[in-house]
C-alpha cells in the first residue's frame, strides 16, 4: 500500500510563514500534488511537482526530493483566509493518486 | 460553466436501502473518478473511469458500483447501504488519466446512512 504522512494541525500567526511536511513510501513515483480545502468544501489544485527543487507560485511554494520521499508547501504572509486544510497526494505506479489524512491549518490574528 | 456538479447535497439513508449520488462535468474531461473522505482518513479512491466505457477499481471498491455510459456522467450506486458508508463523497475529473493532470473535484455529497 501507500503510506502518505503530514501533520495533523499547525497554528500560526496572521503575516507569518507556515511549512507543511508531507514524507511519502509509494510503489512507484509519477508527482506530488498539493491541494487546499476549506472546510465543508471541494478541495482544489495549489501545486504539483514531479522534478527535485522548488516551485513557486505567489505566496505558495511547494519542494520535493525524490530521493527523500519528502516534500514540502510553504505558505508565506499568512492570510486569515488561508485557514484551510492542505493534503499531499501522490501519483504513483498505477498512476492513481494517494491522499494523506490532511493538515489543518489555523492561522490566528 | 458549473464545472462538477454533485446530486444530492446531503441524503440520510436507512440501512438496507439503494442509492445512487450523481455526478456531472461538463468540462469533456476523459478521466472520472470517485473518492470518500472520512476525518483522519482522507480521501481514498472508490472507482475510476479513464474514459467512457471503462470503469475500474480503486482502494475502497467493496458495497459501491460505477458506471460510464457518456463523457460527461459517473454515477455512484451503493446496491444496500450499510452505516460504515456515513461519509462525504466527492467526485473529481481530470482531463486524461495521466500522472501530471490535474483532478478537479465536485462540491461533495454528505451521506449518512442510519
Known amino acids: 500500500g501507500q503510506n502518505i504522512d503530514q501533520p495533523t494541525e499547525m497554528t500560526a500567526t496572521e503575516g507569518a510563514i507556515v511549512q507543511i511536511n508531507c514524507t511519502y513510501q509509494t510503489s512507484g513515483f509519477n508527482g506530488l500534488f498539493w491541494y487546499q480545502q476549506h472546510a465543508g468544501e471541494a478541495p482544489t489544485f495549489l501545486s504539483y511537482n514531479v522534478l527535485d527543487g522548488l516551485e513557486e507560485k505567489g505566496r505558495f511554494s511547494s519542494f520535493l526530493s525524490r530521493s527523500k520521499g519528502y516534500s514540502y508547501l510553504l505558505l508565506k504572509e499568512l492570510q486569515m483566509k488561508d485557514s484551510a486544510s492542505y493534503l499531499c497526494a501522490v501519483n504513483s505506479n498505477d498512476y492513481k493518486l494517494s491522499f494523506g489524512a490532511g493538515t489543518t491549518v489555523t492561522v490566528r490574528a | 460553466i458549473a464545472g462538477i456538479t454533485q446530486a444530492p447535497t446531503s441524503q440520510i439513508l436507512a440501512a438496507g436501502r439503494r442509492m445512487t449520488l450523481r455526478c456531472t462535468q461538463d468540462?469533456?474531461?476523459?478521466?472520472m473518478y470517485w473518492y470518500r473522505q472520512d476525518l483522519g482518513l482522507g480521501l481514498r479512491l472508490i472507482h475510476y473511469?479513464?474514459?467512457?466505457?471503462?470503469?475500474g477499481k480503486g482502494e475502497v471498491p467493496d458495497g459501491y458500483s460505477v458506471s460510464r455510459a457518456n463523457t460527461d456522467d459517473f454515477p455512484l450506486t451503493l446496491a444496500s447501504a450499510v452505516p460504515s458508508q456515513t461519509s462525504v463523497y466527492f467526485c473529481?475529473?481530470?482531463?486524461?488519466?495521466?500522472?501530471?493532470?490535474?483532478?478537479?473535484f465536485g462540491p461533495g455529497t454528505r451521506l449518512t446512512v442510519l
Open positions: 468540462m469533456r474531461h476523459n478521466a
Open positions: 473511469s479513464n474514459t467512457a466505457g471503462t470503469t
Open positions: 473529481a475529473s481530470s482531463e486524461t488519466a495521466g500522472s501530471s493532470d490535474t483532478q478537479y
